[in-house]
């Protein structure tokens, strides 16, 4: 089993920032990609950011230049910091991992950015 266990979002001012977290738990050994999804009311969920088990990054069009995911091995947590925030960032953010065939997700932070 894995868990993964976002913090980190709340209400921010557009153009704020918010850095957030998840941390991976359970049986996970060695290094895997991690993913960061979102899904605002009435939308899909898309992949806004991915970093690979090395360390290499892919951000969706939307964000790049604004976001940045980073990881820390040593804690088994990976980040998503989020400056330049736009109201058309809200939404709930889910951190992802696929292990053995199955896609885990955490709980969801929820990101609101006012105008």
């Known amino acids: 089993q894995v868990q993964l266990a976002e913090s980190g979002g709340g209400l921010v001012q557009a153009g704020g920032s918010l850095r957030l977290s998840c941390a991976a738990s359970?049986?996970?050994?060695?290094?895997?990609?991690m993913n960061w999804f979102r899904q605002a009311p009435g939308k899909q969920r898309e992949l806004v950011a991915a970093?690979?088990?090395?360390?290499?990054?892919n951000y969706a069009d939307s964000i790049k230049g604004r976001f940045t995911i980073s990881r820390d091995n040593a804690k088994n947590t990976v980040y998503l910091q989020m400056n330049i925030l736009k109201p058309e960032d809200t939404a709930v953010y889910y951190c992802n991992v696929i292990l053995r065939g199955l896609n885990y997700w955490g709980q969801g932070t929820q990101v609101t950015v006012s105008s």
């Open positions: 359970g049986s996970i050994f060695g290094l895997i990609p």
């Open positions: 970093i690979s088990g090395g360390g290499s990054t």
